[in-house]
């Protein structure tokens, strides 16, 4: 095969099938051998719906992936950051650069953004292949003391840069972050490097909370599932000797968690809703009017994100090894996205074609 791709064409539907190796035509390309591909829940939300909204064509299906890592083997006559044979991560949607949002820095909220393994429509081709092709400025060349496997985690570090970034997070606050999945965690971790007091993680699951007190050596809340949100916000504040909090961080994506990080924070107080659940929830809008709360949504990862998850890892501000789980063969990648659906370990990989 040229390029071993990995293609869905529905819910539990996945083969390996050979794509023709992308050409470099733009100026600005770049041709990178992938490495490692992360597993992430979007990719679970394909494996058993064969979508997020839009689902997969069944005919035509899409190259899934794209949490990414690789190798630049080609680029195009006006690539002058990049060369052949260095290691990158990749920042896997390229906009259009034209609109009023690209214009603006807010290139991630494009219309016409061509994300990795969407399908559209038009679809976009996912990382999960031998060979893909993307834009100089969306590589980003890691150093020596990161390693590939690492560097697949460039990419939700991001988001959880962007998350607090979002958040506004300042030295001193208090910070609570529902839901200690990888995202959870890797918020977290941002928020104390941005100076956080104290960052309080929630879960329901007694294993993720042991791994996040090891991992982080943060506080964690096991709420209770038999009790409404109110009861469980105030036993979370009587736990920790709290009155409130400064900042909360859902990613979760759960109703009851939206609605108890609505009622820990102080008036005036900061809502970042990080976590992709239901389109349609319960939330206690008269809550965020009474305490005049600013609540934001976050979405991926914008101008700058890539670049300060990178200098974290490379620094050693945020240990990302310690979060990968398992290595799955290319031709296992459904092994791999059945793992993460079960809850098995925190973030699992799959190696590139060798």
């Known amino acids: 095969m040229q390029n071993p791709s990995i293609v869905l064409y529905g819910a539990g539907s996945a083969k390996v099938e050979d794509k023709p190796i992308p050409e470099i035509l733009q100026a600005h390309d770049v041709l990178v051998q992938i490495a490692f591909v992360g597993v992430c829940g979007s990719d679970v939300h394909f494996w058993n719906e064969g979508g997020i909204g839009n689902h997969v064509d069944r005919e035509s299906g899409i190259v899934m992936?794209?949490?990414?890592?690789?190798?630049?083997?080609?680029?195009?006559?006006?690539?002058?950051?990049?060369?052949?044979?260095?290691?990158?991560?990749?920042?896997?949607?390229?906009?259009?650069?034209?609109?009023?949002?690209?214009?603006?820095?807010t290139y991630h909220l494009c219309k016409n953004i061509e994300f990795a393994a969407s399908p559209g429509p038009p679809a976009t081709p996912g990382t999960l292949c031998k060979y893909y092709k993307t834009a100089e400025d969306f590589v980003y060349k890691i150093p020596e003391n990161i390693s590939l496997e690492e560097a697949v985690l460039v990419e939700p570090t991001s988001v959880a840069v962007h998350s607090v970034k979002l958040g506004d997070v300042r030295p001193g606050e208090t910070v609570v972050v529902m839901g200690s999945g990888t995202i959870g965690l890797l918020c977290a971790a941002v928020a104390k490097e941005f100076g956080a007091h104290r960052v309080i993680l929630v879960d329901i699951l007694d294993?993720?909370?042991?791994?996040?007190?090891?991992?982080?050596?943060?506080?964690?809340?096991?709420?209770?599932?038999?009790?409404?949100?109110?009861?469980?916000?105030?036993?979370l504040l009587s736990t920790f000797g709290l009155a409130e909090v400064d900042t909360v961080i859902e990613a979760s994506g759960a109703a009851s968690s939206i609605e108890t990080g609505i009622n820990i924070l102080r008036k005036g107080g900061k809502y970042v809703q990080t976590g992709i659940g239901r389109r349609k929830v319960e939330f206690p809008i008269a809550l965020v009017g009474e305490k005049e709360l600013v609540v934001k949504g976050c979405f991926r990862y914008s101008s700058g994100d890539y670049e300060l998850a990178v200098s974290l890892l490379s620094r050693g501000s945020i240990d990302v090894k310690s979060l990968i789980s398992s290595t799955s063969p290319f031709e296992d990648a459904t092994v791999a996205w059945e793992k993460t659906k079960k809850g098995e370990g925190i973030k699992n990989l799959i190696r590139g074609v060798l």
């Open 207 to 235: 294993t993720k909370l042991e791994f996040a007190r090891n991992y982080l050596e943060c506080e964690t809340f096991r709420p209770s599932t038999d009790a409404d949100a109110e009861t469980n916000a105030t036993s």
């Open 65 to 105: 992936g794209h949490e990414a890592s690789g190798i630049v083997t080609s680029i195009g006559t006006a690539v002058t950051d990049i060369q052949v044979g260095d290691r990158v991560a990749i920042e896997p949607g390229l906009p259009c650069r034209h609109c009023k949002p690209c214009k603006a820095g």
